[in-house]
């Protein structure tokens, strides 16, 4: 499986991530990808950027080091109801949106709060990607999960960082095992990222690609294999 996206990628902005875009960009193009994203988390999470720097990502070049560059954000949701730390008009203005949870910005709570949460983020028209839906510490009905994912056109994240070793999400794998049966069975749109905080780790998908070998899952439902594909697979 050859992927040649990025889409979710840390910059020193995140404020617990340690290079700039430009450096991401250069490990981007040295490893061969066309395109990445910059998704920097966005101002709940402890240390993140101020909206200002949502609005000022105009000013980075389309192209940077030979690598198409989207101008994105990892937004947190916040509540059951599935509220963003973003108003729909910063979102609009984006080229790409994740929504995450991360327990210092939302309470868990049981399953059937966690899953409507993530249900209602998906219904945004600006939010793309369900990030990182792996965390065994926010229990969610992934079933359900994978339906609305794709009766809402939002794609499901295989996230790299959450399968390595020093991960701080639990049960990662054992989580996808059950998504991924169900992306099946729903024919949910798939895209897999690095999460890279530290430029190296930029297209780093050595453990999110076996996986998705090991459960069979073709490369037709797999976003980031092109840009062109990438793109037309964007909600707005
Ligand atoms: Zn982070
Ligand atoms: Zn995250």
Redesign the pocket.
Known sequence: MQLLCDCHI?TIS?G??YSSVTECARAAFIKGLSLIAITD?APSLPGGPHIFHFHNLRVLPPVLEGVRLLRGVEVNILDGDGLLDLDDHMLSVLDLVIASLHLPCYQAGGRKENTRAVISAMQSRHVDILGHPDDGRVPLDLDEIARAAAATGTMLEINNSSLMPISFREKAEENYAFLLESAIRYNARLVVNSDA?FHEDVGNFTKAVPLLVRHGIPESMVANTTPERILSWLKS
């Open positions: 840390h995140s617990h991530a988390h905080h």
